[in-house]
């Protein structure tokens, strides 16, 4: 017979385990470090021009930065730093290297959602973010899953709960009871409204005195920044249950989208939240703050079943929403949410596989052009970054199969164009803030 105690000894083991791979994986130092990227992948991969331009454009300007020789010969090698500032610096055939980003708007905010386990969405967010950054964009990822998948692919492995998604909620609780109270307290006597108590357990937290900076860590990649998680907020779901009966007004869905509201416009280009795979109190806050929402799905046909209830259950939850709006409860909430767009995005996918073609094409079949033309190919890539939790653009293209590695590159490259022309439509559509 087995109890509690059992599996948190099974847990600790396990714990052991996961943080010698963690050293191993991140080695000699334990951070995780951005490699340089070679001229080649600079100019045609990178900027998308001719090889020998971008050479003769470097030797025309000793004041550019020239990245580094490494030991074997000709190439030159680049930081990101480097590469952001020769997109600032460079003009080719008169054309600016910096990517378009439309003026007046706040950064757009894209969720990588799906409740179905094991979709892709992780490798997705991961994948997008990294692309986006080699694109020029400055992006913040926000991780909704105390799995924390993100997280550790991006190199943070010691993060306390507080500065988490579950944080922002729990101080997003005290600060919208305070302001509530405050105006409940000024309201005409006669529409008295309860004054709601937060137990000192809550206030005693602290929570209060944390700032945006601690929520939102850098990482090995200069222009990606990260609101992290940690197996540690997977207990958010039972504290929001026990917060909302504290305070039944609090609009507990839109704690992280008032936090990302007070983030300067001009801070990131992009917010990328990668979700857990159920619904609940953080999946809502990330959908409810995303104005696009990007659905990965396996190939497979109960994937397409999930993938349906997944809907079916989203629409549903947002319905309730809308139905419980309260404009004094929600303050600047506005109710239905609306989104700027929705996408379906296929993974795993082998073009040679018969059922997968099938499935593709019933997907279109059902969802029109709102399916993504390009879908994410099954790669040993990935499955081999996977456990050393890389994306593609980490890999060094030299320590794998030329082939393999470009295979790889060129799906996420063709996925993440068509997720960018999305995303610039969605971005023209945001309030102007001029
Ligand atoms: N294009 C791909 N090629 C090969 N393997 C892939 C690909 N995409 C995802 N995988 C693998 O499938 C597994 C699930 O992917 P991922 O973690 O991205 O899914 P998820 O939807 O985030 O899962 P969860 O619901 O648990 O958060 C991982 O082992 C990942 O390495
Ligand atoms: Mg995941």
């Given at each position: 017979?087995?109890t509690?105690?059992?599996?948190a000894?099974l847990?600790?083991?396990s ?9 191993q994986?991140f080695s000699?130092e334990?951070t995780?470090?951005?490699?340089r990227f070679?001229?080649?992948?600079v100019s045609?991969l990178i900027f998308?021009v001719n ?7 470097l030797?025309?300007d000793?004041?550019?930065?020239s990245?580094e020789v ?5 190439q ?5 730093a480097?590469?952001n500032?020769?997109?600032r ?7 600016t290297l910096?990517?378009?980003?439309p003026?007046?708007?706040r ?5 990588i ?5 094991g ?7 991961l994948?997008f ?6 694109d020029g964009?400055?992006v913040l990822a926000v991780d909704f ?10 190199g943070l492995?010691?993060v306390v709960?507080?500065?988490t998604?579950?944080?922002i909620m729990?101080r997003?609780?005290?600060h919208?009871t ?7 307290a000024?309201?005409?006597?006669g529409t008295?409204?309860?004054q ?6 809550i ?8 700032r945006m900076?601690?929520f939102?860590?850098?990482t090995a990649?200069?222009t ?9 907020a ?6 929001s249950a026990?917060?909302r009966?504290?305070?039944?007004e609090w ?18 280009d992009?917010?990328?939240?990668d979700c857990p795979p159920?619904i609940g ?10 104005d ?11 994937e397409?079943?999930s993938?349906t209830?997944?809907i079916?259950?989203?629409a549903e939850a947002l319905?309730?929403?809308a139905?419980g709006?309260d404009?004094?409860?929600h303050g600047q909430?506005?109710?239905p ?9 296929m993974?795993?996918?082998?073009p040679g596989?018969?059922l997968h073609r099938a499935?593709?094409d019933a ?9 993504a ?8 890539a990935v499955?081999?970054s996977?456990r050393?939790l890389?994306?593609?653009y980490?890999?060094?293209y030299?320590?794998?199969?030329r082939?393999?590695?470009r295979?790889?590159r ?5 996925a993440y164009?068509e997720f960018?022309?999305h ?9 102007d803030?001029s």
């Amino acid at each position: 017979m087995y109890t509690h105690e059992d599996l948190a000894r099974l847990q600790a083991q396990s714990l052991k385990m996961q943080s010698w791979i963690r050293r191993q994986t991140f080695s000699p130092e334990n951070t995780k470090t951005l490699r340089r990227f070679s001229s080649w992948e600079v100019s045609e991969l990178i900027f998308k021009v001719n090889q020998s331009t971008f050479r003769g454009r470097l030797a025309a300007d000793p004041n550019l930065p020239s990245g580094e020789v490494e030991e074997d010969g000709r190439q030159r090698w680049f930081s990101l730093a480097e590469i952001n500032e020769l997109r600032r610096r460079m003009k080719i055939n008169r054309k600016t290297l910096l990517p378009p980003r439309p003026a007046n708007k706040r950064a757009i905010r894209v969720a990588i959602a799906n409740f179905k386990g094991g979709a892709g969405k992780s490798t997705v967010a991961l994948h997008f973010a990294h692309a986006a950054a080699l694109d020029g964009y400055r992006v913040l990822a926000v991780d909704f899953d105390p799995q924390a998948t993100l997280s550790h692919s991006m190199g943070l492995s010691d993060v306390v709960e507080d500065h988490t998604v579950w944080g922002i909620m729990a101080r997003d609780l005290i600060h919208e009871t305070d302001r509530m109270n405050a105006s409940a307290a000024g309201a005409e006597s006669g529409t008295a409204l309860p004054q709601r108590q937060i137990p000192a357990a809550i206030r005693d937290l602290g929570l209060d005195a944390l700032r945006m900076g601690d929520f939102i860590q850098p990482t090995a990649w200069p222009t990606i920044d990260i609101i992290p998680s940690c197996a540690n907020a997977a207990f958010v779901e039972f504290a929001s249950a026990q917060y909302r009966h504290l305070n039944p007004e609090w609009s507990f869905f839109a704690a992280v989208s008032r936090f990302l509201d007070q983030i300067p416009d001009d801070s990131y280009d992009m917010i990328l939240f990668d979700c857990p795979p159920a619904i609940g109190y953080q999946s809502m806050n990330a959908v409810f703050a995303a104005d696009m929402l990007y659905i990965p799905s396996g190939p497979g046909y109960w994937e397409y079943d999930s993938t349906t209830s997944f809907i079916g259950q989203l629409a549903e939850a947002l319905e309730d929403l809308a139905h419980g709006a309260d404009s004094f409860a929600h303050g600047q909430v506005t109710l239905p949410k609306v989104f700027q767009d929705i996408r379906f995005l296929m993974t795993r996918y082998e073009p040679g596989n018969e059922l997968h073609r099938a499935m593709f094409d019933a997907f279109r079949k059902v969802f029109g052009d709102r399916v993504a033309e390009s879908p994410i190919e099954m790669t040993r890539a990935v499955e081999q970054s996977g456990r050393f939790l890389s994306s593609v653009y980490e890999i060094d293209y030299r320590e794998m199969t030329r082939g393999t590695w470009r295979r790889a590159r060129a799906t996420f490259d063709a996925a993440y164009a068509e997720f960018r022309g999305h995303m610039l439509a969605a971005w023209e559509n945001l309030e102007d803030r001029s």
